[in-house]
């Protein structure tokens, strides 16, 4: 085997740590080595602030807990510094005297925050503002004390200072120049910062600049130049940071203010790296994360082996983390006399937008107040985009109405989860939109899990897309199949089973080409469904393509335990039914019973050796609870019981459920049956939702109480029962023959449009009359009760839910 | 390996439908067995997915695997969970002999 490279990293912060994961998933040929100055695994510095105004606990910042270099095989040392690295033993030399050799280094050494070199800047009470412990002191002098200073109106200082502010502390902010985060802003921007901050509770102490710290053993005040004095128990230097360089010039590195690198990384020894804050890069000095990730890029290919681009630099963008305050700033932000600039200030709204122009180019921004168009601006500044007519009116609103799109993603943070199933946040999304070139929501789904679960936050993953590609994004507009083993939708599927004959999922996959041979999770379960619905006489079922929860006719729990749902026609029962129910679930020991949302009893728990047992025991129907099936007839009392009642809805509940069960739907279907108009079974959010009244049903369609509500839509009114089962009858074979395998009737109502449906089940007499024959055939060749077939066929019961057990 | 596996006789290949898995408990350890077209796998019953659950009655695809609860897909033959997801579950070595099945464990 080949021997694995020694890699040595020197600094357990972000951008040795993201330069170390990025090389991860380059390659797993080094063996990997950290040594960290902290003693706590690394953490978001970034998040420093979110930390000190109380929104995120440390816990919360951690990137890579101790756990995460263990499983990846990394040997940490926290809790000690390296001192040296010598170049010519090829050892790294640390404080407590061991030495470990490399065949490559990364220094990631970071900076440290500047103290102003003024006298009585070492009292008590003075510190920076840069890691954890800094934040743990400033929220202990926030309870013994009362007057702060921030000295710096950067984009830290005024970090720190609203947090101070925060912890309930009477802050005041020293800066030099006459206007904040001058390396960042302009003036117009600074001062409408500044008035909003103020407005906030920040006070101000502008072109001041700090000569000494006065008071005894510890800080009492700031003395400025100009001879006045600003009282203050605890002051925070927040002027910048400075580059920690000491073990690079210990270990004779060519270093300027930082440790200098080339467009690759590296230092001027050989095999020597260098990344993050602690680097000079073509004179420059970075402090801000997004350089450190794309030096990091570099740095993890150039030592995987892969062929990289150059770092040519990097474009700053800031935004400040301030809650209510929403500032951006990206590239150039002043004029000067080549620059041509475009510019809205809307004082009433308190926003202001500055775009700058370099020969035409975009070469930076200045947001104020609405920060929509950040991330579009950046990208502009860092393609080097031209400006022209279109790209103006987008970006001013300018050109009609509708300038500018409502984009709901667009307004979330970063770091706002997008897709709460599975924990995805914007940023996740949008760095696979643009690292991987992504251009559909199918390959975003695929990489980051995003709307892979409820699908409820597909439509904002789309407006990622949008967001992010601009117009080279088109909603649904490239051609799409059923799943990844596939081009072909649904219809040419479909219609490709009935022209050519295809007889089973096998022989689909072989005739049109499939890329898996044998299909997948998403695209083996629908083509049963669509075999079954063309070929319901000779169709046979394949088991082994159903849905766990249809394949074992029960519903699997988390834990690997299932649920059993018995039939309740029409949500009735008897007490000897009751008593039965009572019985299995003592015997069996169920964990809950617990009753559903359709009028029914749920058997919680049931272990999947016990389930034939307990269905045997029951010796009550399936209820299908866990089929793409009818599940429940919801009804209400009626004409039998009820003084307002006009029509027997228990009776027609109970019959509608028998006639319909036990057959393959897209998706699940539920009903409801009410006796008169009051609506107490909720036909409204069923998928046929029945409503009497003197004379004759209402009948309902496309009705959803869950993911996506929607009220049903009246289909149309009719007098006679034998009229209410044709035209249901009709509306579900409509529904079987064209919906999408998974399209609840909610989606498919609003897909094919109500009109049409109206028009084939309920004008068209000859074409309803033909659905129905179809229904009726698909009803007479239905299976055999599930629960009674696994009892009755004891190699099927013994294969599918028996426990064998071995022990030696 | 130190210690010599020991194969366990499982079953006849008849025994497990195809392509619909099968828990088998040996010596407390509950293993899904599979078998496909292409040959008879064995993997721990428990998904590599954070939350765990079972892997016996996912839908099985050539020799991969999609977790019933959660649709990652796995290799069956050595158990890693292919891309975006990431992850792996133990596998142990089968034999079939004569129509019989046997699974090596430790």
Known sequence: ?808 | MNREAAWVAVGKQDDFMPRVGRVILINGVEVAVFRTTEAVYAIENRSPHPKGGPLSEGIVSGHYLYDPLHDWKIDLRDGCVQAPDTGQARTFAVRVEEDSVYIAVM
């Open chain 1, 1 to 808: 085997m080949k021997r694995k490279l020694q890699l040595v990293v020197i600094g357990n912060g972000m951008a040795g740590m993201n330069a170390v994961e990025q090389l991860m998933k380059l390659t797993d040929s080094c063996d990997i080595t950290v040594i960290g100055q902290e003693p706590h695994p690394n953490y978001n510095r970034i998040m420093l602030s979110y930390v000190l105004d109380g929104s995120k606990t440390m816990d919360d910042i951690v990137i890579n807990p101790r756990a995460w270099y263990d499983e990846a095989g990394i040997t940490l040392h926290t809790g000690t510094t390296a001192t040296r690295v010598d170049t010519t033993r090829r050892v790294v030399v640390m404080d407590n005297g061991h030495e470990v050799g490399y065949d490559r280094v990364i220094i990631a050494t970071g900076s440290t925050p500047f103290i102003l070199p003024v006298p009585g800047a070492d009292k008590q009470g003075v510190i920076g503002f840069r890691s954890i412990e800094d934040c743990d002191r400033m929220m202990e002098a926030a309870k013994l004390y009362k007057k702060a200073a921030v000295i710096g109106g950067g984009l830290l200082g005024l970090e720190a200072a609203k947090g101070l502010v925060q912890l309930g502390m009477d802050v005041t902010v020293v800066h030099l120049p006459d206007f904040l985060m001058e390396r960042q802003l302009d003036e117009k921007a600074a001062r409408m910062l500044q008035t909003e901050l103020e407005r906030q509770g920040l006070k101000f102490a502008l072109g001041k600049q700090t000569q000494e710290l006065i008071g005894g053993e510890r800080v009492e005040g700031l003395r400025f130049s100009d001879g006045t004095e600003l009282e203050a128990e605890f002051v925070v230097m927040a002027v910048g940071i400075r580059p920690n360089v000491e073990l690079a010039r210990a270990s004779e590195l060519a270093v300027n203010r930082g440790i200098v690198v080339d467009d690759y990384i590296r230092t001027s020894a050989p095999d020597v790296y260098a990344v993050g804050e602690c680097t000079e890069h073509r004179g420059v000095c970075y402090g801000l994360v997004a350089p450190l990730f794309e030096q990091g890029a570099v740095l993890a290919k150039g030592l995987a082996g892969v062929e990289t681009k150059p770092y040519e630099g990097s474009v700053c963008s800031t935004k400040l983390k301030v809650s209510g305050v929403d500032v951006f700033s990206t590239g150039l932000f002043l004029e000067t006399p080549e620059c041509v600039c475009v510019t809205f200030h809307d004082a009433w709204k308190g926003t202001y937008k500055k775009i700058v122009l370099k020969d035409n180019v975009i070469a930076g921004a200045v947001l104020f107040g609405n920060i929509d168009d950040a991330s579009k601006l950046e990208r502009l500044v860092k393609q080097g985009a031209e400006m022209t007519e279109e790209l103006y009116n987008e970006l001013t609103g300018a050109g009609g109405c509708c300038g500018t799109k409502a984009n709901a993603a667009a307004d979330f943070a970063d770091d706002d989860i997008v897709c709460g199933c599975n924990g995805v946040t914007k940023k996740m999304i949008v760095d696979a939109i643009t690292e991987q070139g992504l251009t559909t929501l199918d390959e975003v789904k695929a990489c980051t899990g995003a709307s892979r679960s409820c699908g409820g936050c597909k439509p904002l993953v789309e407006q990622l897309l949008q967001h992010v590609l601009g117009d080279g994004f088109e909603a649904g507009g490239s051609k799409q199949g059923i799943c990844g083993c596939t081009t072909m939708s649904r219809d040419e599927i479909v219609a490709a089973i009935r022209e050519k004959g295809l007889r089973s999922t096998k022989e689909i996959m072989n005739v049109l080409d499939w890329k898996q041979e044998e299909g997948c999770s998403k695209c083996r379960p629908a083509l049963n469904y669509y075999l079954g619905m063309i070929w319901p006489q000779t169709y046979q079922d394949e088991k082994e393509s159903r849905f766990v929860n249809e394949r074992m006719n029960a519903n699997i729990q988390k834990d690997g335990t299932y649920t059993v749902v018995p039939r309740m026609y029409g949500g009735m029962t008897t007490p000897a039914e009751l008593k039965k129910i009572a019985d299995v679930s003592l015997k069996y020991n169920v964990p809950l019973v617990k009753m559903t949302g359709g009028q029914r009893i749920d058997i919680v728990g049931v272990k999947k050796e016990d389930l034939p047992s307990v269905w045997e025991e029951l010796d009550m129907p399936s209820g299908y609870a866990y089929a793409k099936s009818l599940r429940t007839v919801k009804t209400c009392v009626g004409a039998t019981y009820c003084r307002f009642g006009t029509q027997d809805s228990m009776g027609m509940g109970a019959l509608l459920e028998r006639k319909f069960e036990r057959i393959d739907y897209p998706a699940k279907v539920k009903f409801a049956v009410n006796g008169c108009p009051r609506n107490c079974a909720e036909s409204c959010t069923k998928d046929i939702g029945i409503v009497g009244n003197d004379g004759g049903w209402e009948i309902y369609i496309g009705g959803n109480g869950g993911i996506k509500a929607r009220l049903a839509d009246l289909l149309c009114k009719v007098k006679t029962d034998e009229e209410l089962i044709e035209i249901t009858a009709a509306v579900l074979q409509h529904y079987r023959e064209t919906a999408n395998y998974l399209e609840r009737t909610s989606d498919w109502v609003e897909r094919i449009g109500l009109e049409h449906i109206h028009k084939t089940t309920v004008e068209d007499a000859e074409g309803r009359k033909q659905l129905v024959a179809r229904m009726d055939e698909a009803l007479s060749s239905r299976s055999e009760e599930p629960w009674q077939q696994v009892i009755s066929d004891k190699g099927l019961r013994d294969k599918m839910f028996g426990k064998v057990v071995f022990q030696q």
